[in-house]
């Protein structure tokens, strides 16, 4: 089971930070991505932390947001988000291999 949580109501430029804790160990040996859906589209990468900790994100996030990992809390995933976009609204989703969370919503206003 995937939690996230840290979504919320910012204006254009702010940041959020978001949180994906896993129930197990299951990010120990996997790779965890953040994925977003906006309203009336699909669900869209944004970006991956592999196994050993290589970065990955799409080219609309890149330099502005960062995924991380806890190295002490082995089951919990971060994604920091800078310089929000009002583009940046969504629901957002950590995924790992065979389990989705449930979403958090972020809206960035104008």
């Known amino acids: 089971q995937l939690v996230e949580s840290g979504g919320g109501l910012v204006q254009a430029g702010g940041s959020l930070r978001l949180s994906c804790v896993a129930s197990g160990n299951v990010f120990s040996f996997n790779a965890v991505a953040w994925y977003r859906q906006a309203p009336g589209k699909e669900r869209e990468f944004v970006a991956e932390?592999?196994?050993?900790?290589?970065?990955?994100y799409a080219d609309s996030v890149k330099g502005r947001f960062t995924i991380s990992r806890d190295n002490a809390k082995k089951n919990s995933v971060y994604l920091q988000m800078n310089s929000l976009k009002p583009e940046g609204t969504a629901v957002y989703y950590c995924?790992?291999?065979?389990?989705w969370g449930q979403g958090t919503q972020v809206t960035v206003s104008s």
């Open positions: 995924h790992t291999i065979g389990y």
């Open positions: 932390t592999t196994h050993s900790g290589t970065t990955h």
